[in-house]
Every structure is written in structure tokens, then in C-alpha cells.
């Protein structure tokens, strides 16, 4: 999972390598990345991410392939990215 935005974000919201929901809020910027391993069953993947700037986008890739990729513009806007 990964983003990009303009300005600072504000907020990452996403479900890890077991399924619990996770929120990171401190030291972002704006190539943050994160790669998991799952151990789940079902592996449910979303991202969320909020910037203070005026664009952000979000993108997943499983097994090197692109399964969701959003933007979005507009003052402290959200974009949201899922993959089941």
C-alpha cells in the first residue's frame, strides 16, 4: 500500500496482516509506504488517507499487480483504496 500526496497528511487508516484496523498519525510523509505479510484467511486490504494539502492519491498492489488505485482534490480531502 502506498500514497502520495501534495501537502502533509493528517491520517492513515488501514487493516494490517491480520485484519485489525490501524491508524498512523505522526511522522508521515509524502512517499509513505507500507508492505505486510498476511497471515489471515481472507485478507481484507483498505487504505485510507487524509492530507491538510489539496491532493492525495492511494494505490494497492498485490503480488506486484495493481488491484485498486484512487485520487482525489480538494482542500483537506480523503481517498480511500480496497482490495479483497
Keep these: ?3 502520495r500526496r501534495t501537502d502533509s497528511f493528517l491520517r492513515f487508516n488501514y487493516y494490517d496482516g491480520m485484519d485489525e484496523l490501524t491508524s498512523e498519525t505522526d511522522g508521515l510523509d509524502s512517499t509513505w509506504s507500507k508492505t505486510m505479510a498476511s497471515q489471515a484467511t481472507y485478507q ?17 498492489v498485490k503480488n506486484g499487480e495493481v488491484v485498486d ?9 480523503v481517498v480511500t483504496c480496497s482490495a479483497a
Design 1 to 3: 500500500m502506498s500514497s
Design 69 to 77: 488505485q484512487q485520487q482525489a482534490v480538494g482542500r483537506f480531502t
Design 44 to 60: 481484507l486490504t483498505s487504505i485510507s488517507a487524509q492530507t491538510n494539502g489539496t491532493q492525495v492519491s492511494c494505490q494497492i
